[in-house]
């Protein structure tokens, strides 16, 4: 029972212009929501966060949107960078209690320059 | 955010072998996890390693496959037990607490296990 989807398992995008990377959820108790970007042979690193009382977090080129009525979260990045190229996994974890962050399959971004 | 040292990086092991993997934080921190990505998959959390107690293993995971250790807050150990082709994955180690630390979670470099 895969709780968190990432559909797409690549994108490629042209430096410059916007990334979208997209994320649907099925179980309504995650109420904390986490992107993490990752390099070949290193592990994951943390790049943006939302709670589930906001609908949009912004951190520099990062912004991730929250739908919670459709269960779906995406990452933008603008203007993408060569840099950008990683896999990209969405998470989520429910605050209360035990905190197990559940993560998705991974999209593989490419940014072409 | 805590700097985490995991050792080793990557290995090559015989089937039927086991392998102990350490994972030490350059400080004391009250959440530590192991998780498992197998090639083309997600990462899946094997358990949540707790001080001076026994791990708290997620379902399709058993202690006598993979027991960990939790001496202090500081240092955990995952063995991969009788090891399979099955195994071969990367594994990660993870510390943080959601409830206090709003940049989620930091994980280790991995170790990348073959089993022949």
């Known amino acids: 029972d895969q709780q968190v989807k990432q559909n797409s398992p690549s994108l490629s995008v042209q430096e410059g212009r916007i990334s979208i990377l997209n994320c649907d959820y099925t179980n309504s108790m995650f109420d904390y929501f986490l992107w993490y970007k990752k390099y070949p042979a290193e592990g994951p690193t943390f790049l943006i966060s939302i709670s589930s009382i906001k609908d949009k977090n912004e951190d520099g080129r990062f912004t991730v949107f929250l739908n919670k009525s459709a269960k779906h979260l995406s990452l933008h990045i603008v203007p993408s960078q060569p840099g950008d190229s990683a896999v990209y996994f969405c998470?989520?974890?429910?605050?209360?209690?035990?905190?197990?962050?559940?993560f998705g399959t991974g999209t593989k971004l490419q940014v072409i320059p | 955010s805590a700097v985490i040292s995991q050792k080793p990086s990557r290995d090559i092991c015989q089937r039927g072998t086991s392998l102990t993997i350490q994972c030490q934080v350059d400080s004391q921190v009250t959440m530590m996890f192991w998780y498992r990505q197998q090639p083309g998959q997600s990462l899946t959390l094997i358990a949540t390693a707790n001080q001076g107690s026994e791990a708290t293993y997620e379902s399709g995971f058993v202690i006598d496959k993979f027991p960990i250790s939790r001496p202090n807050l500081t240092f955990s150990t995952l063995t991969v037990s009788n090891m399979s082709p099955e195994d071969s994955s990367i594994y990660l180690c993870?510390?943080?607490?959601?409830?206090?630390?709003?940049?989620?979670?930091?994980f280790g470099s991995g170790t990348r296990l073959t089993v022949v």
């Open positions: 998470a989520a974890s429910s605050r209360g209690g035990y905190q197990k962050v559940t």
């Open positions: 993870s510390v943080g607490d959601l409830g206090r630390d709003r940049n989620g979670y930091t």
